[in-house]
């Protein structure tokens, strides 16, 4: 299947910068999309960023014009490029994988979270 692994999170002071990265595994050709979203505690997971196979993004209004995602396909890999964080980006980032190709099976429709990354961005 696919696994995915996280890297990057931690803390910085507001208005600073962090990069997260994703690295995607498994048996497959590709992914149809990826991104991130986030949590924080008692509420529910929100997308902050998506971009597809062919590179069109999507962004959640509260990260837009400070927030960059870009995907890597030949190395299997997602980024988010995150500037002028605000405290109230502090929460669990998490990346994510939706519908998968592959060379047996064709076209999978799943979805796939890593483990998750803390931010957290101080005032």
């Known amino acids: 299947q696919v696994q995915l692994v996280e890297s990057g999170g931690g803390l910085v002071q507001a208005g600073g910068s962090l990069r997260l990265s994703c690295a995607a595994s498994g048996s497959f050709t590709s992914i149809n999309v990826m991104g991130w979203y986030r949590q924080l505690a008692g509420k529910q997971r929100e997308m902050v960023a998506t971009i597809t196979r062919g590179g069109t993004t999507n962004y959640a209004d509260s990260v837009k014009g400070r927030f960059t995602i870009s995907r890597d396909n030949a190395k299997k890999t997602v980024t988010l490029e995150m500037s002028t964080l605000k405290p109230e980006d502090t929460a669990v980032y998490y990346c994510?994988?939706?519908?998968?190709?592959?060379?047996?099976?064709?076209?999978?429709?799943?979805?796939?979270w890593g483990q998750g990354t803390l931010v957290t961005v101080s005032s």
């Open positions: 994510y994988a939706g519908g998968v190709y592959t060379a047996v099976w064709g076209y999978r429709d799943l979805d796939v």
